[in-house]
């Protein structure tokens, strides 16, 4: 019997993390043909920077790693000759490039289409994993939270930045290597999938290790013990993330001397403590379809989450399952996260003293992962929420909504039709 039960718990898992890869990966490949991408069709997806820049840094990853290994260093192609570190650190870097060595010339496109999907899939994937590892989540649910991560707003609106993608799926992973790391004392998995993240992309990795300290002062006020257990974990936190700085730093070295003769000559050293829009504005990013391409340039962040998990990360803070100390912590970092997409230096901060050139708001996705993973905790099958609770959450919703609905004009990306699509007939 125990051997049966054992057998249905491995299925059961194969199962969940089977179909949190697959569902985003079907999904966007279905809408992708629907929109004739290539290979289906006469249009792609090379368009905006995509179309008109990494294409060619693509093509000629190819041919470097192909045909001309000597230009891995430095490149003729690059203005009137030039090193090619940043360029290689910032967009060539992801192990998952190495598909578009199997997309010769004009197929290159298609190569585009397989790594955007398959990115996709994997960041399903890594989080109905970190949920299979610290959670109560199995089965249609874990997929449900999961597919909610991979097809968030973030992802939708950016996945033209390709190389930004390898973020959504390697964050649950340093994540789950930071819990382990709290949990247990065991580093390795928290070392290994940072140093990777610092290696793929030095930008993203940046504003994920920014969350690893919001994250870790969660993770230890819940864990809290005795002072001394809190130190050890504090002495652990340190010094792992300083190691895996210390393993990716052949990579990242030779990037900040780089963008020390251009790019970080132009960091903001002076701002303003304001800010940038009113904040209820961001409201509007919960609801579906809140994108458009005025929204690229200069627009709110992208926080589509999906409705379940919305009404999820809501419910959390009212669950008396957990601890009061913990939901308190949770409140101040989500407060945080809140302040830092519309007040001006915690802007900054998130871009490394940037203001962001189109893509405002980069960081979202880690807003979006924080809330998705506040609902995993709440809504577990033994979930039973108060009236009160239901009450408040309710009134939270409707006022939001009533908002967003009185200043419909105010918003250019949404319609009557993401309210309801039989107004849109006769809107």
């Known amino acids: ?18 179909g949190a890869f697959l569902t985003p990966f079907i999904l966007m490949t279905i809408y992708f043909i629907y929109r004739q991408m290539a290979p289906f069709g006469s249009s792609s997806l090379l368009t905006v920077d995509l179309g008109q ?20 260093f430095y490149s003729f192609a690059n203005g009137l000759g030039g090193e090619m ?30 790594l955007t999907v398959f990115k996709y899939g994997l960041s399903g994937l890594t989080f109905a994993w970190l949920l299979d590892k610290t959670t109560k989540q199995t089965g249609l649910k874990a997929i449900t939270f999961a597919t909610a991560y991979a097809l968030m707003g973030w992802s939708i609106a950016n996945q033209l930045n390709v190389m930004w993608l390898d973020a959504a799926y390697l964050l649950p992973l340093i994540f789950y290597g930071l819990y382990l790391l709290m949990q247990t004392g065991k580093w390795r998995t928290y070392v290994i999938w940072l140093t990777l993240m610092l290696v793929v992309n030095y930008y993203m990795a940046y504003m994920i290790c920014l969350f ?13 013990t005795t002072w001394r257990h809190f130190w050890g974990q504090t002495y652990r936190f340190a010094w792992t993330s300083v190691v895996s700085g210390l393993l990716a730093a052949f990579v990242l ?10 790019k970080a000559q132009y960091t903001v050293t002076s701002f303003k403590w304001k800010f940038e829009f009113f904040p209820p504005k961001m409201i509007a990013k919960f609801f579906m379809g809140a994108f458009n391409f005025d929204q690229m340039p200069d627009g709110t962040a992208n926080l589509f989450i999906g409705a379940i998990a919305l009404l999820g990360s809501l419910f959390f803070f009212s669950d008396r399952r957990i601890r009061l100390r913990s939901r308190l912590t949770a409140g101040i970092v989500t407060l945080f996260l809140a302040l830092s997409l519309c007040v001006q230096p915690l802007d900054l901060l998130w871009h490394a003293g940037q203001f962001p050139v189109w893509y405002p708001y980069r960081f979202s996705f880690i807003v979006s992962f924080w809330l998705i ?5 709440t809504l577990t099958n033994d979930f ?30 949404l319609s009557w039709n993401h309210w309801y699509p039989e107004c849109g007939r006769f809107h």
């Not at 820049?53 to 891995?72: G, T, V």
């Open 373 to 377: 993973w506040l609902a995993a905790q």
């Open 212 to 224: 690893m300290i919001l994250a870790f002062i969660w993770l230890a006020i819940d864990k809290f």
């Open 53 to 72: 820049q990494y294409i060619d840094f693509f093509a000629y990853l190819r041919r470097a790693l192909l045909h001309d290994p000597s230009s891995i």
């Open 384 to 413: 039973q929420p108060g009236w009160l609770a239901i009450a408040i959450v309710t009134l939270l919703v409707a006022a939001g909504s009533a908002y967003v609905v009185l200043n419909l004009k105010k918003f250019a990306f």
């Open 253 to 262: 070295l030779p990037t900040w001397w780089s963008l020390s003769q251009s």
């Open 1 to 18: 019997m125990q051997a049966r039960k054992r057998r249905w718990s491995l299925t059961q898992r194969q199962f969940t993390l089977l």
């Open 85 to 114: 570190l940043g360029t290689w650190s910032y967009y060539l870097l992801s192990p998952l490039n190495w598909i578009l060595l199997l997309c010769p010339g004009t197929s290159l496109t298609t190569g585009v289409f397989l």
